[in-house]
């Protein structure tokens, strides 16, 4: 685990464009002198605009997986002024990096934040090996430094392990088939980048039309499987309550039924317990005009909580 500039008070514009702004700074209502945690931190396009309503006096907490998203992220944060700690790690190891911060995690936050998925930064860089738009090794770790790339678990996952993988987090009907062409494929040559998995998948499931790629599923299913996305997510939001402060309120954008849909059932299971209460703006999609700005907002969905006693 790495600190990146513990606590910061350095003068950088940003210039990126944060998935429904607007709405969140609305649910999470920053304030002078809170403590507030963006755990998706990327490119740091919503810490800059938490980071500066939360001064003076507050502290932004912003974790990422992703050591080139920090740097980023730091360049972007140093212009704003006030108190930041960026931490490397992955949001469901939350306690023990905050803890590394210099903060006790106990009902320590007044917000928080996760924007799931991909970054736009991971996503349009070829060599990241995350889309199948321009040629790439078959990456798709979110840490470079994690054991094991999307080509190695290719290489030694059993077919019907792949295929259950590709049916379930790619939520793809033709899992059966494109496992099984992968499973002959590999054994003439180990698959090692994006373009040739985007063809063979497309050889087999043509477009027909269809506006997606017929390997976005496929693609979608190995990038959950190699960053352990869903699992992060799930130990995570079972213990928001430990890190909320009474009234504290946390934001989830996800992209994808898989990730909403879990975030949907804790809310409403953590609610029914009695640690959550619903925010009156807490179930929103982005606007027409964001969607013409930036395409890759289409299919957000924000969702929001407060925790009770506040």
Same mark, same amino acid.
């Given at each position: $685990?790495?600190?990146?500039?513990?606590? *910061?008070?350095? *003068?950088?514009?940003?210039?990126?464009?944060?998935? $429904?702004?607007?709405?969140? /700074?609305?649910?999470?209502?920053?304030?002078?002198? #809170? &403590?507030?945690?963006?755990?998706?931190?990327?490119?740091?396009?919503?810490a800059v605009e938490l980071l500066r309503r939360l001064s003076p006096g507050g502290v932004l907490i912003g974790i990422d997986r992703d050591p080139e %998203?920090?740097?980023? %992220?730091?360049?972007?944060?140093?212009?704003?002024?006030?108190?930041?700690?960026? /931490?490397?790690?992955?949001?469901?190891? $939350?306690? #023990?990096?905050?803890?590394?911060?210099?903060?006790?995690?106990?009902? %320590?936050?007044?917000?928080?934040l996760l924007d799931l998925g991909v970054s736009s930064m991971q996503l349009d860089r070829a060599e990241r090996g995350f889309s199948f738009q321009n040629d790439g090794p078959l990456d798709m770790r979110m840490d470079p430094g994690a054991e094991e790339s999307a080509?190695?678990?290719l290489a030694r996952v059993p077919v019907e392990e792949l295929s259950r993988a590709i049916r379930r987090y790619g939520e793809e009907p033709?899992?059966?088939?494109?496992?099984?062409?992968?499973?002959?494929?590999?054994?003439?040559?180990?698959?090692?980048?994006?373009?040739?998995?985007a063809a063979l998948i497309e050889d087999l499931v043509?477009?027909?039309?269809?506006?997606?790629?017929?390997?976005t599923r496929t693609?979608?299913? =190995?990038?959950? =499987?190699? *960053?352990?996305? /869903?699992?992060?997510?799930?130990? &995570?939001?079972?213990?928001?309550d430990r890190y909320m402060r009474p009234g504290g309120r946390v934001v989830v954008l996800s992209y994808h039924s898989l990730e909403d849909r879990l975030v949907?059932?804790?809310?409403?299971?953590?609610? %029914?317990?009695?640690?959550?209460?619903p925010h009156p703006d807490g179930l929103q999609r982005p606007g027409?005009?964001?969607?013409?700005?930036n395409p890759r907002s289409r299919s957000a969905r924000l969702r929001a909580v407060v925790r009770a006693g506040g």
């Open positions: $685990m790495r600190e990146y500039s513990p606590l *910061n008070r350095v *003068n950088v514009e940003p210039e990126h464009l944060p998935v $429904m702004l607007e709405e969140t /700074l609305l649910c999470l209502a920053p304030r002078p002198g #809170e &403590t507030m945690l963006d755990g998706t931190l990327g490119l740091g396009g919503h %998203a920090l740097e980023q %992220a730091s360049k972007r944060l140093s212009g704003v002024g006030g108190e930041y700690r960026l /931490l490397h790690g992955t949001f469901d190891r $939350m306690g #023990e990096l905050l803890k590394e911060g210099g903060i006790a995690p106990d009902a %320590a936050l007044d917000g928080m080509a190695s678990w033709q899992a059966g088939r494109i496992a099984r062409a992968i499973d002959r494929r590999r054994k003439e040559h180990p698959i090692e980048t994006t373009g040739e998995l043509p477009r027909r039309g269809k506006k997606i790629h017929p390997a693609f979608q299913a =190995i990038r959950i =499987i190699v *960053n352990r996305e /869903l699992d992060c997510l799930e130990e &995570t939001l079972g213990k928001l949907k059932t804790v809310f409403r299971d953590r609610a %029914a317990e009695g640690f959550f209460l027409e005009a964001e969607v013409r700005s």
